[in-house]
Nanobody, 120 residues
Framework: QVQFVESGGGSVQAGGSLRLSCSAS????????IGWYRQVPGKQRELVAA???????NYADSGKGRFTISRDNTKNTAYLQMNSLKPEDTAVYYC??????????????WGQGTQVTVSS
């Protein structure tokens, strides 16, 4: 199973930016869709954004206009650029491999995630 290592989280003030990175254990050329997810304690993990091998993307309403997902298959890495951060973006962020943009099915192993904390 493909594994991921997330990095780039940190503590920022509201309105700030962060760029998260997701490094895969295998070539991302072989991964159909890479998704970024987030989870806060006591809540289910939710999809934030996803990008297909061809570069098509979709976003949760919470991140539209503020977040940009991308992938660099030559570096086996996906990114999540987060701008205009809000306190409600505070969460642990993860990435994983998906079957397709329209499917909830994942097939990778969850990593440790990276903590994002946004203060008001």
């Amino acid at each position: 199973q493909v594994q991921f290592v997330e990095s780039g989280g940190g503590s920022v003030q509201a309105g700030g930016s962060l760029r998260l990175s997701c490094s895969a254990s295998t070539t991302t050329f072989s991964i159909d869709v890479i998704g970024w997810y987030r989870q806060v304690p006591g809540k289910q993990r939710e999809l934030v954004a996803a990008v297909s091998r061809a570069g098509a993307t979709n976003y949760a309403d919470s991140g539209k206009g503020r977040f940009t997902i991308s992938r660099d298959n030559t570096k086996n890495t996906a990114y999540l650029q987060m701008n205009s951060l809000k306190p409600e973006d505070t969460a642990v962020y993860y990435c994983n491999a998906k079957i397709s943009l329209n499917s909830d099915l994942i097939y990778g192993t969850w990593g440790q995630g990276t903590q994002v904390t946004v203060s008001s």
